[in-house]
């Protein structure tokens, strides 16, 4: 594949989304697979028939292309990412074969085009929309909360420079996230009420190792849904929200300043400023505690 020109390589997505219509579906990986950042064959990694990247009518774009293969070939082999900056690989174990890419699509196409053999990867068990199912038939709540984890709840800042201590040896070492202060407390505090507690994040987190990290704080979490950029297509957004309405009489979204009470069946909603930072935890319960 090496050189490989602009319809060339249209022509081998193409073809790659073609061989594996209706045939492949996602795999759960272990914990030891996905601890580690492996390398694999640039051949073992297949395009993602539902990003952008795969839309002949929307991507992928060739100008980003070529500024990875300029700082490929600058460096002269792309299989060490790290020297150049870059992150691996997001991917999901797939069957029959390889690994769906879930973010780097243009990483790997420049390096498919320049003909290079092998591409860091880091695997995570992505959440999809018959886990979403899953999780709602089998919870007994009919309310729920939403927080953003990047923004809200690994801030690691309570707006007074406060989070929670970080987890013992050799824990802190495998979870680098940092909790806002109370969030644990905060967290039972909603299990207490009989709300379904979902997170969200832009970023590509493993579901496990998100209900994991929790799990050393003494909380669960109901809903995990990562990559939340690489979902904006209507559809799935959707028969997302429909799920979620029928589900739930109403969802509280809570970030740093405000809470939302948004009502499933009228659309209506309530919002509520959080005065202070400082003691956000407690001042999130006395909120949610007086718009009962």
């Not at 085009?113 to 899953?134: A, C, M, Q, S």
């Not at 309570?158 to 940092?178: A, H, I, M, W």
Request: hydrophobic content about 35%.
């Amino acid at each position: 594949m090496n050189n490989l020109g602009k319809s060339e390589f249209d022509n081998y997505i193409a073809g790659e989304i073609q061989k594996y219509s209706g045939v492949s579906m996602p795999l759960k990986a272990g914990m030891l697979r996905r601890a580690l950042v492996t390398k694999v064959g640039c051949k073992k990694l297949h395009p993602n028939p539902n990003d952008e990247f795969s839309k002949p009518e929307i991507g992928p774009s060739y100008r980003i292309i070529s500024d990875y293969e300029k700082k490929f070939l600058h460096f002269g082999c792309p299989s060490d990412f790290c020297i150049m900056g870059l992150d691996p690989i997001v991917v999901e174990r797939m069957h029959p074969d390889g690994y769906m890419i879930l973010n780097g699509h243009h990483r790997w196409a420049a390096a498919v085009r320049l003909g290079y053999k092998k591409l860091p990867i880091k695997i995570v068990n992505f959440t999809h929309e018959e886990d979403i199912k899953e999780i709602l038939a089998n919870s007994n709540h009919d309310k729920r909360v939403t927080l953003d984890l990047d923004e809200v709840v690994f801030s690691g800042d309570d707006g007074v420079g406060q989070s929670e201590k970080s987890l013992p040896f050799p824990f802190n070492r495998f979870y680098k996230e940092k909790l806002r202060l109370g969030i644990p407390a905060l967290f039972r505090f909603f299990e207490k009420n009989g709300y379904d507690i979902w997170v969200y994040s832009s970023k590509f987190y493993s579901t496990d190792y998100i209900k994991s990290l929790f799990n050393r704080y003494h909380v669960k979490v109901t809903g995990i849904v990562t990559g939340t950029e690489k979902r904006r297509n209507k559809e799935f957004r959707a028969r997302h929200d429909k799920l979620i309405k029928e589900k739930y009489k109403h969802t509280l979204h809570v970030d740093s300043d405000t809470v939302l009470k948004v009502y499933s069946k009228t659309g209506e909603f309530e919002e509520y400023d959080i005065e202070s930072k400082k003691g956000w935890s407690k001042n999130v319960m006395d909120i949610v505690g007086a718009a009962k």
